[in-house]
């Protein structure tokens, strides 16, 4: 039989005519070795092919899986799924991965934490190069490796237990509230310099096009768009593109806190891709895939988050595990919780779907607050009974007062020759000994125990 790449116009006939038809028989795989449309956790597989009849199959340390094959659109681009794939790959233990789009056929082998490319070839060369396919992934090859393969074997869990082993590594914490001036960015960096001063290793995300925590953070540091170094490498590259941009080459080093705090930041064209991303299925899923490559590089990720109900704001919230609410508790604030609580609604069918638990909400947590003797004694303890009572939701113990220090922090400067650089600190740099100081630290105190993390 012969294959002509040609005849796949879509995916589907990707998936038919060269894996169903050629390929799995070419390479041995009777059709009680391969199950098609699989999902195991979080991961949705397209086939499973087995070096030996197991059925049913079982992931588990000693499971004779043997290759994942992934089908995409012929016009669609194999580079850009190639960290999905190695996500599957590293996840399940599979020793190898098949990625075509029927014009190009490419297989990745697993080597740790990590994938290589051992194979590539165009569609149309396909029945030339079958012997160096067969001898990769062919049934009867990987047959003969299966008990070399085993002793490869790291992990004893089964694969399904990887959502709740990673609970207690890598905590993801979104910052949101749909209405702006709540004090999101002023939480989110002090926040995260009181955590690192506590010794957590803090990544920040910054998926605001408003930019405001990457000022906050010292990385805007230019005052003419020609000199803008931040325009083609930041968090809209990361989502934008699967096999380029990894975090750690895009996050940066920020002096605004000591110890120093890694930043991934946010440009205002950010808002400009917002219909690109929409269009691409896996874009939701991205900033995922990505934090997973590097979930042992951090203890704490916080993402700050746009005021809206848009794609940005999902992709935070699907991403996190845990949802921290900064609200000054006036009218209109608390009237928005309403719509954060539908928001989080549709967030946790997404989350189902994708097999991740509901998102964590630490809480509401009361932020520029006025430090009126009469208004704390007075009328904060009542709009703080309103929110548990009217919005069903929890209040934090910990309270933000709108203070000076805390104004001042951010607003700092140095000039470098004629030019005023924004020099923004944190606030427990700016005046560790100060009251907002002591306030962001009983913060963070907060936050950890209530992640479960000492």
């Known amino acids: ?156 869990e ?41 010794g957590k290793r803090v990544l920040i995300i910054d998926i605001d096009s408003q930019a405001n925590t990457t000022l906050a953070t010292g990385l805007i540091r230019f005052d003419d768009e020609e000199l803008d170094d931040l325009k083609d490498c930041n968090i809209s590259n990361v989502l934008l593109s699967e096999d380029s941009f990894p975090i750690k080459e895009v996050a940066r080093t920020s002096l605004f806190s000591q110890p120093e705090i890694d930043v991934v930041p946010s440009h205002i064209n950010l808002m400009k891709y917002e219909y690109e991303l929409s269009q691409q299925p896996d874009s939701k899923m991205m900033l995922i895939l990505k934090l997973n490559v590097i979930e042992n590089n951090y203890d704490i990720v916080i993402i700050d988050t746009p005021p809206a109900i848009d794609l940005f704001s999902e992709i935070a919230l699907i991403t996190a595990d845990y949802l921290l609410i900064p609200s000054d508790l006036k009218p209109f604030a608390n009237q928005g919780l309403l719509n954060v609580k539908e928001f989080i609604k549709r967030i946790d069918k997404v989350r189902k779907y994708i097999s991740k638990a509901p998102i964590e909400i630490l809480g509401v947590l009361p932020c520029k607050i006025s430090t009126n003797a009469k208004f704390i004694q007075s009328t904060l303890p009542k709009r703080i009974e309103q929110i548990t009572k009217r919005y069903g939701l929890n209040v934090m113990d910990s309270v933000i007062y709108e203070r000076e220090d805390l104004a001042k922090c951010g607003e700092q400067v140095k000039i470098i020759g004629n030019m005023e650089i924004p020099d923004p600190r944190s606030v427990l740099d700016f005046k560790p000994n100060s009251t907002s100081a002591q306030e962001m630290e009983l913060l963070a105190i907060e936050v950890l125990q209530k992640i479960g993390m000492p």
């Open 1 to 156: 039989m012969l294959f002509n790449p040609e005849l796949c116009r879509n995916e589907s006939e990707v998936e038919s005519k060269l894996i169903v038809q050629y390929l799995l028989p070419q390479l041995g795989y009777t059709p009680d070795t391969w199950h098609q449309e699989v999902a195991v956790g979080s991961i949705r597989l397209d086939f499973l092919a087995f070096a030996a009849q197991v059925i049913p199959f079982v992931l588990d340390a000693n499971s004779p899986l043997s290759v994942v094959m992934e089908a995409k659109h012929p016009k669609q681009n194999l580079n850009h799924h190639v960290l999905r794939l190695r996500h599957y790959l590293t996840s399940l233990n599979v020793r190898y991965g098949l990625l075509t789009n029927g014009k190009e056929i490419k297989i990745y082998q697993k080597l740790q934490t990590d994938i290589q490319l051992v194979f590539q070839c165009s569609g149309k060369d396909v029945e030339t190069k079958l012997e160096n396919i067969k001898g990769l992934i062919g049934r009867e090859s990987l047959k003969e490796g299966q008990l070399v393969n085993k002793t490869e074997v790291k992990i004893t």
């Open 158 to 198: 089964n694969v399904l237990n990887l959502q709740t082993k990673r609970q207690h590594s890598m905590k993801t914490i979104a910052i949101y509230h749909n209405k702006g001036g709540v004090g999101k960015t002023t939480v989110t960096v002090n926040l995260a310099a009181a955590l690192r001063k506590k």
